[in-house]
């Protein structure tokens, strides 16, 4: 890292900061702190929660799988482009839960439920977050201080202090002061002006790794693998260990069964003006990878020829000697898991120029600050609305509400710190995230969902699927960290007959279950977090519909909880009155999402997005049909057609997306300032729920019994989601 590189990353860092310091000043209330307003346009919510949810941690995870497993598997996402195709259009949950105005997930779940189970899904869900989220300073630390090649220790009045714990502290402290003071408005613009800026570091890199490496160098290093270990042929990955195809089965169901239930970024899923913009900002999160995920996986790709490849051999043995000597010097315990983390990121520092070292850089630095900020935000802003507040019998003031938020906030942050500084991480960074994410998410989802359209769902539904999953998950978590001690040790010493019949059972029944390889050693435990992730949801489900069944006594109301119909508020009924028409019950609806809402615009872009996906699509099926049918490729066949669909079709993608995302985000920006600029504030607007209604509902309610009836509508039913 020269001078000009830390300028590079300094400068945009500077001017992000002082953006979010002017946006603090527009918060005025907790619907401010925690959802932004609720004035967000599609634009600004499609950048800053991509920008977000992306983050450094989840960029390393990429190249930690890539690198290790390769990009055949990838290739088997094909199935999940429908599946996104149809969520995206439709606003599958994203649109009723919009409706429910609540402004956490939890207070969804006291209007749907009951508030006990409230308190138990929000410390249950704020559990498994801060969890999930206590690593994400370890890795990004770990990156900046073996990326930038920074000392292992420095000295701090008079103290050595080691940089890891330094710089952990740092930025930190810089995610903490965005969020502090302006909660999820300033966390959204600075996660949107962050995106913007990226884009173009995004583009430098991309056409820099294009430059620096031939594709035929590329190519020889991926295909040089043994038999069933296949970097590009997704027909050759049999003997492939937890990066395999069962991982990607498993995501695929989480994409639908998993809808809305992590709230790593709840603020964003109530930040949209109205229900229609939140549906079109997940549209525009279809286009919305571009440039960054070409941009990983270049990186993945050239990292691993750089290592792999002979034309690089001086390069890569500098890297072995570089990675050895870091973690000497930091006396980091895992070795191997650490080597695996950092040896991509090592890798780019040794064949980047001077300036796009430092794009890079600033790339990674926004997208650590992005996610810090969210997630800080989130698990304590979950914490206070969710544990502490559903069971005060008199409101705070929102003076005193935002404090409490505040200081939440202060304390994921403290405990992120102290996590990170000592947990001893033992598997790979995704298998992690699956593990700890399975403890709520394992049961999440079938109360969401449930709650959302199935109106036989009951409380006493929801708390069987979450109790099993979160059980199921937990004891999963527990094996998986202490297998190797002293789990193991025990068994071997006390149960030593219980163990080998143990193996013998769990082996037998990985040798029939297909994508299964649950081979029991001292070393690790057999299975892996996605694999407990995916027997958490089928517990789960089998348990919230039983329970369901067995006590449902009458169908719970939906059109309150959405607001429909005799219950569509008087605020929203004229907001409406200019563009409502008779709701279209076509193909174009069914198919495409479209309604009563959607303009000329609106239509062209879903119809592009539906066209663009369903194009890749077929050409997925006309592949998989083809080598299992009629011809398989050889391995230079499938080199081919990953450079063209995955690297020449992403690059134009990603150069037009770019652009247009970059102008709407910008004018979308400018919108949100001047809707703020006139907001009027509704001081019940706190997420409080009152017999399972919100409390910013009581003033319509109140309206609706002196008999001041909002205008009837020619058609006043609310367009389906």
Known sequence: MTWIDWMIVLVPLGLVGWIGFYTRRHVHGVSDFLAGGRVAGRYVVAVASGEASLGLISVVAMFEMYYNSGFAIGFWN????????????????????????????AQFLEVRYSRSFRVFAGALSWLA????????????????????????AVSLLGLQVPTFALVMAIFLSIAIAIVFFGGQLTAMVTDCVAGLFSYAMYAIVVVAVLWLFSWSQMRDALLDRPPGQSMLNPFDTANLKGFNVFYIVVGIIHSVYGLMAWQGSAGYNAAASSPHEQKMGSVLGVWRAGLSTLMVVLLAMAAYTFMHHPDFAAGASDVQHELVDQINLSNEVTTQTIRDQMTVPIAIKHFLPVGVTGAFFAVMVFLLISTDTTYLHSWGSIFVQDVMLPYRKKPLTPRRQMWWLRLSILSVAVFAFVFSLFFNQVSHILMFMALTGSIWLGGAGSVILGGLYWRRGTTSGAWAGLLAGATFAVLGFIFTQYWAQPIY??????????????????????????????EVTPEKFPITGQEIYFLTMVVSIVSYVTASLLTCREPFNLEKMLHRGEYRRKDEIDKDLATLRKPLRNWKHVLLGFDEQYSRGDKIMSGSVFAYSMTLFTIFIAVVLWNTCISPFSDEGWATYFWIMNVVLALVVGAVTSVWFTIGGILDLRKMFRRLSTLQRNLLDDGRVVNHTNAEDLAFALEKSEDQQPPQLENPDEPSG
Do not use: C
């Open 129 to 152: 977050g801060v969890i999930n989220y206590a690593v994400f300073p370890a890795v990004g630390a770990r990156f900046i201080v073996y990326y930038g090649g920074l000392p292992p």
């Open 489 to 518: 040790p025990y068994l071997s010493e006390h149960h030593p007959q219980g163990l080998v019949s143990f193996k013998e059972n769990l082996e037998w029944l990985g040798e029939k279950l297909p994508f299964t390889d649950w």
């Open 78 to 105: 094909g199935f999940l482009m429908p599946i996104g195709l149809i969520i995206a259009l439709t606003g599958l949950a994203v649109y009723r839960y919009r409706e429910t105005r609540a402004m956490t997930l």
